[in-house]
């Protein structure tokens, strides 16, 4: 089997073969391809195996935004292949490093085209733009591509009446090794323009060649012309496999080689990038929202997960955690909200002070330490203030992929609803509860929260620390278990506790390190060169999670549960200590 050229255009499949929420398998030089579309039409090809056990993705089922792997449940995200779920690991924002790589494809001229170098020309072939255009079927011949192509250049057929094929053979021309042009004689008094036929030849696998067609300028009934062709291919078919030559040692080279380590290399994301502010807008009292695009048009913006937030370093010079809004068809921009916090030190102050239309901001790539966790349960999504913008991702997520779910949106007045266009393009799934007391709000959540049958909800809840302690004491109380429910705090409002000085140990390294009292963990680590990601520096998001090996935690945050905290195993070191003697970090 030859390899193959990374540099062609290699026609795989007709365009109406993908349709949404659906998954077709294809083959190339002997490899398999999972070919689906998102809802948004975004065409991806995959090869046809999961990176977790190698199960076929074809079998897989195809959300409208992902593809999930019918073995373990592991799910992959439309255009970047990045794993976005594993069932053993529900709460993780970043299950693994595993992903599906994408495989360069377009769609042109009714068919999908697939090449392992992105930066490959696009394929040159045009259909004729005279006449009436009409696909005909496709067909698998048991030969290969040499063999195939040699007989389809003495094609003949009479475009005219449609009987058997005329005596004189019609003009061929090989455009490329995967195409041929047959131009049909027109009769002498007709004075009409030959009609073409193409042929587009997938080279399935060393012995097996798909021959698409399509044929323009075709006069006459489209049903008889499919039918006229079907024959002649049929016939065509049958003698070249009755030809078929004792089997052979084949060249299995192509195979040999796992398709992975024919594509290239994936550069390590930039963790960081440049946006512009495009567009700034007043969504409601002390609430604004920035629409940001990237700088470099050659640096596409991140796929984005209902419930990620990123990280901007506003106008002061101060790093700051925000919300993503998108919904799931919004690709071309990222767009946050930001309340102006009475008490703002000079994050929320100076994005509303100082951020205008065109301002360039530093951002992170999205995280998602609130992941939107696919369940089978009803998603009830309760938020509080600007606590929405995260719950409006998920909202409009839903909506797309036609799932059923609750908002529930508490305001102090109609003046403090934000992204009223948005709220109200959700339709009946919104509730709004404005001007509560907070006696009312527990009662009302109370109301929401209080009659669900047990273990077929959810919980998404974002705003007020208050209100969120409110939400899960009424949830357990219901019944609810804690694994169902999750929470996006604003800030830690726990006082600072300086407790006493104590010993860190680096398992890993056996590195030992002190950290007094008044000190974070985290800052110690980090003064002494250890690299771990950190974001709020208040126990709220996560992104310094750490696993623990041993010691007495003494913990501050609010992003770990309660049976988490209760394990010992693990620690946000932005917040948290030990409480006495050595704390060893799996670090």
Same mark, same amino acid.
Not at 130 to 135: E, V
Not at 408 to 422: D, G, I, N, W
């Given at each position: 089997?030859?390899?193959?050229?990374?540099?062609?255009?290699?026609?795989?499949?007709?365009?109406?073969?993908?349709?949404?929420?659906h998954?077709?398998?294809a083959?190339l030089f002997g490899?398999?391809?999972?070919?689906?579309?998102?809802?948004?039409g975004?065409?991806?090809?995959?090869?046809?195996?999961?990176p977790?056990?190698?199960?076929?993705?074809?079998?897989?089922i195809n959300n409208?935004?992902?593809?999930?792997c019918?073995?373990?449940?592991?799910?992959?995200?439309?255009?970047?292949g990045a794993?976005?779920?594993?069932?053993?690991?529900?709460?993780?924002?970043?299950p693994?490093?595993?992903?599906a790589?994408?495989?360069?494809?377009?769609?042109?001229?009714?068919?999908?085209w697939?090449?392992?170098?992105?930066?490959?020309?696009?394929?040159?072939f045009?259909?004729?733009?005279? +006449?009436?255009?009409?696909?005909?079927r496709?067909?698998?011949?048991?030969r290969?591509?040499?063999?195939v192509?040699?007989?389809?250049?003495?094609?003949?057929?009479?475009a005219?009446?449609?009987?058997?094929?005329?005596?004189?053979?019609n003009?061929?021309?090989?455009?490329?090794?995967?195409l041929?042009?047959?131009?049909?004689?027109?009769?002498a008094?007709s004075?009409?323009?030959?009609?073409v036929?193409?042929?587009?030849?997938?080279p399935?696998?060393?012995d097996?060649?798909?021959?698409h067609a399509v044929i323009a300028?075709?006069?006459?009934?489209?049903?008889r012309?499919?039918?006229?062709?079907?024959?002649?291919?049929?016939?065509?078919r049958?003698?070249?496999?009755?030809?078929?030559?004792m089997?052979?040692?084949?060249?299995?080279?192509g195979?040999a080689v796992?398709?992975?380590k024919?594509?290239?290399?994936?550069?390590?994301?930039?963790?960081?990038?440049d946006?512009?502010?495009?567009?700034?807008r007043?969504?409601s009292?002390g609430?604004?929202?920035?629409?940001?695009?990237?700088?470099?048009?050659?640096?596409?913006?991140?796929?984005?997960?209902?419930?990620?937030?990123?990280?901007?370093?506003t106008p002061?010079?101060l790093?700051r955690?925000?919300?993503?809004?998108?919904?799931?068809s919004?690709?071309?921009s990222i767009i946050?909200?930001?309340?102006?916090?009475?008490?703002?030190?000079?994050?929320?102050r100076s994005m509303?002070?100082?951020?205008?239309?065109?301002?360039?901001?530093? =951002?992170s790539?999205p995280r998602?330490?609130f992941?939107?966790?696919?369940?089978?349960?009803?998603?009830?999504?309760? =938020?509080?203030?600007? +606590?929405?913008?995260?719950?409006?991702?998920?909202?409009?997520?839903?909506?797309a992929?036609?799932?059923?779910f609750?908002?529930?949106y508490?305001?102090?007045?109609?003046?403090?609803?934000?992204?009223?266009?948005?709220?109200?393009?959700?339709?009946?799934?919104?509730?709004l509860?404005?001007?509560?007391a907070?006696?009312q709000?527990?009662?009302?959540?109370?109301?929401?929260?209080?009659?669900?049958?047990?273990?077929?909800?959810?919980?998404?809840?974002?705003?007020?620390s208050?209100?969120l302690e409110?939400?899960?004491?009424?949830?357990?109380?219901g019944g609810?278990?804690?694994?169902?429910?999750?929470?996006?705090?604003?800030?830690?409002?726990?006082?600072?506790?300086t407790?006493t000085?104590?010993?860190?140990?680096l398992?890993?390294?056996?590195?030992?390190l002190k950290?007094?009292?008044?000190?974070?963990?985290?800052?110690v680590?980090?003064?002494?060169?250890i690299?771990?990601?950190?974001?709020?520096?208040?126990?709220?998001?996560g992104?310094?999670?750490?696993?623990?090996?041993?010691?007495?935690?003494?913990?501050h945050?609010?992003?770990?549960s309660?049976?988490e905290?209760?394990?010992?195993?693990c620690?946000?070191?932005?917040?948290?200590?030990?409480?006495?003697?050595?704390?060893?970090?799996?670090l």
């Amino acid at each position: 089997m030859a390899v193959i050229d990374s540099r062609t255009w290699y026609p795989i499949a007709r365009s109406e073969e993908a349709p949404k929420r659906h998954v077709y398998q294809a083959q190339l030089f002997g490899y398999e391809l999972a070919v689906w579309r998102d809802d948004h039409g975004a065409l991806n090809v995959w090869e046809n195996r999961c990176p977790h056990r190698g199960l076929r993705l074809s079998l897989g089922i195809n959300n409208g935004k992902e593809l999930r792997c019918q073995y373990h449940g592991w799910t992959y995200a439309s255009q970047t292949g990045a794993c976005t779920h594993v069932p053993a690991h529900p709460s993780l924002a970043e299950p693994t490093k595993a992903y599906a790589p994408p495989i360069a494809c377009v769609e042109h001229e009714g068919f999908i085209w697939t090449a392992l170098d992105p930066a490959a020309a696009r394929p040159a072939f045009a259909i004729a733009a005279s +006449g009436a255009r009409l696909g005909l079927r496709s067909l698998p011949i048991n030969r290969d591509l040499a063999c195939v192509r040699q007989a389809l250049a003495n094609y003949r057929y009479d475009a005219q009446s449609l009987d058997e094929a005329p005596a004189t053979a019609n003009t061929a021309r090989e455009i490329t090794p995967y195409l041929v042009e047959i131009s049909a004689q027109p009769q002498a008094a007709s004075g009409s323009t030959p009609a073409v036929l193409y042929f587009l030849l997938q080279p399935a696998s060393a012995d097996k060649t798909i021959v698409h067609a399509v044929i323009a300028g075709a006069e006459g009934e489209p049903l008889r012309i499919r039918q006229y062709h079907s024959r002649l291919m049929n016939s065509l078919r049958a003698r070249l496999e009755s030809a078929v030559p004792m089997p052979a040692a084949q060249d299995n080279a192509g195979q040999a080689v796992p398709l992975y380590k024919l594509l290239p290399v994936r550069a390590p994301a930039k963790q960081k990038f440049d946006c512009r502010i495009v567009s700034r807008r007043v969504e409601s009292e002390g609430v604004i929202s920035l629409e940001l695009a990237a700088t470099d048009p050659a640096q596409p913006l991140p796929i984005l997960a209902a419930g990620a937030h990123l990280n901007l370093t506003t106008p002061s010079g101060l790093t700051r955690q925000y919300s993503v809004v998108n919904g799931p068809s919004e690709r071309g921009s990222i767009i946050i909200g930001i309340k102006l916090e009475p008490d703002s030190r000079g994050g929320s102050r100076s994005m509303h002070e100082a951020a205008t239309e065109g301002t360039v901001l530093q =951002a992170s790539v999205p995280r998602n330490t609130f992941p939107l966790v696919p369940s089978g349960k009803l998603p009830i999504l309760i =938020a509080g203030g600007i +606590g929405i913008t995260p719950l409006l991702s998920m909202a409009q997520a839903l909506q797309a992929m036609d799932e059923p779910f609750e908002l529930h949106y508490f305001v102090r007045a109609p003046e403090y609803v934000s992204f009223k266009t948005r709220i109200a393009a959700l339709g009946p799934a919104v509730q709004l509860h404005m001007g509560l007391a907070p006696a009312q709000t527990a009662a009302k959540l109370d109301e929401i929260l209080g009659s669900r049958a047990l273990g077929q909800s959810k919980v998404y809840a974002c705003g007020p620390s208050p209100m969120l302690e409110s939400v899960k004491s009424t949830a357990l109380a219901g019944g609810m278990e804690d694994s169902d429910i999750h929470f996006e705090y604003f800030k830690n409002d726990a006082p600072a506790v300086t407790g006493t000085p104590f010993t860190v140990r680096l398992d890993r390294s056996g590195r030992e390190l002190k950290v007094n009292a008044g000190e974070t963990l985290l800052h110690v680590l980090h003064q002494h060169g250890i690299e771990l990601e950190a974001s709020c520096e208040q126990g709220v998001c996560g992104t310094c999670f750490t696993n623990v090996v041993a010691g007495d935690i003494e913990h501050h945050d609010l992003y770990l549960s309660a049976a988490e905290k209760a394990s010992g195993k693990c620690m946000m070191p932005c917040v948290s200590r030990a409480r006495s003697g050595t704390l060893v970090l799996d670090l």
